[in-house]
């Protein structure tokens, strides 16, 4: 029996479901609550795509191999022209609202491209304080849209953490499964969708563009920000903005744009914090505790992130 089930009793799954039934009806909701993950897993490998600069470096033999097997994109990935099998976004704070109307821009530039993706929307609680996010969110309304039951997974130090993932492991949350009706998170996207790797039943997980030591994201790049596609409002438009979110308009050999005085030097998922793990310091739990028991391995795609060497490389 997989103990983990019983969740769906709880107070909070029915909760959920409430918060579903009101955005979308009943019918819409059983549709969108859970997801067939076994009929799309055509490789034993999964490449995980994400935003880091070093995106750009990658040689067409690189995206050849890339291509050859499952991808999955998350956030900014809608710039990058190649479309993955399966794709995450996160649900905005409202103090990120102009990031909702760039979201929502994006999709609809990309909504045929991704018609046939497995799009997962993230936090389903974000509803409660923001209501009107999905009022016109173009993914929402694509055929295979999956909108989770979410949970985070507790524990502020390493042992903390690898006790918790002991625990789901023996109630079966990291089994192998035909379909998925929740979503594990801790500490950043990266995090939850190698869980889903996991689960989904690879064999192989490689981090591509997960750099996490500098602060730079492929889609500033002259290319993509001179593209047809939009961009993040002008900094003097809305400095407060900016401000906030400064590691968003950074580019390399390039002054940041004015108003933006404090820069970050590294990624905010690989800046300690308080209270909280890195996220190397949690992969490597997840790693440790439910990857290598299952003969399942993680990779850094190359040897420039932070998570080399301790995530070997695999294209070098």
Same mark, same amino acid.
């Given at each position: 029996? $997989?103990?983990?089930?019983?969740?769906? +009793?709880?107070?909070?799954?029915?909760?959920?479901?409430?918060?579903?039934?009101?955005?979308?009806?009943?019918?819409?909701?059983?549709? +969108?609550?859970?997801?067939?993950?076994?009929?799309?897993?055509?490789?034993?490998?999964?490449? +995980?795509?994400?935003?880091?600069?070093?995106?750009?470096?990658?040689?067409?033999?690189?995206?050849?191999?890339?291509?050859?097997?499952?991808?999955?994109?998350? $956030?900014?990935?809608?710039?990058? &022209?190649?479309? @993955?099998?399966?794709?995450?976004?996160?649900?905005?704070? @409202?103090?990120?609202?102009?990031?909702?109307?760039?979201?929502? &821009?994006?999709? /609809?530039?990309?909504?045929?491209?991704? /018609? $046939?993706?497995?799009?997962?929307?993230?936090?389903?609680?974000?509803?409660?304080?923001?209501?009107? =996010?999905?009022?016109?969110?173009?993914?929402?309304?694509?055929?295979?849209?999956?909108?989770?039951?979410?949970?985070?997974?507790?524990? &502020?130090?390493?042992?903390?953490?690898?006790?918790?993932?002991?625990?789901?492991? =023996?109630?079966?949350?990291? /089994?192998?499964?035909?379909?998925?009706?929740?979503?594990?998170?801790?500490?950043?996207?990266?995090?939850?969708?190698?869980?889903?790797?996991? +689960?989904?039943?690879?064999?192989?997980?490689?981090?591509?563009?997960?750099?996490?030591? $500098? @602060?730079?994201?492929?889609?500033?790049?002259?290319?993509?920000?001179?593209?047809?596609?939009?961009?993040?409002?002008?900094?003097?438009?809305?400095?407060?903005?900016?401000?906030?979110?400064?590691?968003?308009?950074?580019?390399?050999?390039?002054?940041? *744009?004015?108003?933006?005085?404090? =820069?970050?030097?590294?990624? *905010?998922?690989?800046? @300690?914090?308080?209270?909280?793990?890195?996220?190397?310091?949690?992969?490597?739990?997840?790693?440790?505790?439910?990857?290598? *028991?299952?003969?399942?391995?993680?990779?850094?795609?190359?040897?420039?992130?932070?998570?080399?060497?301790?995530?070997?490389?695999?294209? &070098?």
């Amino acid at each position: 029996m $997989n103990l983990f089930s019983i969740k769906k +009793i709880t107070p909070p799954y029915r909760s959920y479901l409430s918060i579903l039934d009101k955005h979308f009806g009943r019918l819409r909701r059983d549709a +969108i609550a859970s997801a067939d993950i076994s009929s799309r897993r055509k490789s034993d490998t999964l490449f +995980i795509l994400g935003s880091g600069a070093s995106i750009n470096t990658y040689a067409e033999s690189k995206w050849h191999e890339i291509s050859r097997h499952d991808t999955f994109g998350f $956030n900014m990935w809608l710039y990058h &022209e190649l479309v @993955p099998t399966y794709y995450m976004d996160e649900c905005i704070k @409202p103090a990120g609202a102009p990031f909702l109307k760039l979201a929502v &821009e994006l999709q /609809r530039h990309r909504l045929h491209d991704y /018609r $046939n993706t497995l799009v997962i929307l993230k936090d389903y609680r974000r509803l409660l304080e923001y209501p009107e =996010l999905l009022d016109d969110y173009p993914f929402a309304h694509l055929p295979h849209f999956f909108f989770p039951y979410s949970r985070e997974i507790k524990g &502020e130090t390493p042992r903390q953490h690898m006790r918790q993932l002991q625990i789901l492991s =023996l109630q079966g949350a990291f /089994r192998r499964k035909k379909s998925l009706w929740y979503w594990l998170t801790k500490r950043g996207s990266v995090y939850s969708i190698v869980v889903f790797g996991i +689960i989904a039943g690879y064999r192989r997980i490689v981090l591509c563009g997960i750099d996490l030591n $500098n @602060p730079y994201y492929f889609y500033r790049a002259e290319k993509y920000r001179k593209g047809p596609l939009p961009q993040l409002p002008d900094p003097a438009s809305d400095p407060d903005f900016a401000r906030q979110f400064a590691h968003y308009y950074l580019m390399p050999d390039a002054p940041p *744009p004015a108003g933006i005085d404090v =820069l970050p030097s590294v990624h *905010p998922s690989h800046r @300690p914090q308080a209270g909280t793990l890195t996220m190397l310091e949690a992969l490597r739990c997840l790693r440790d505790v439910v990857a290598r *028991p299952r003969k399942i391995e993680i990779y850094s795609a190359l040897q420039s992130s932070a998570l080399y060497p301790e995530f070997p490389s695999f294209f &070098e």
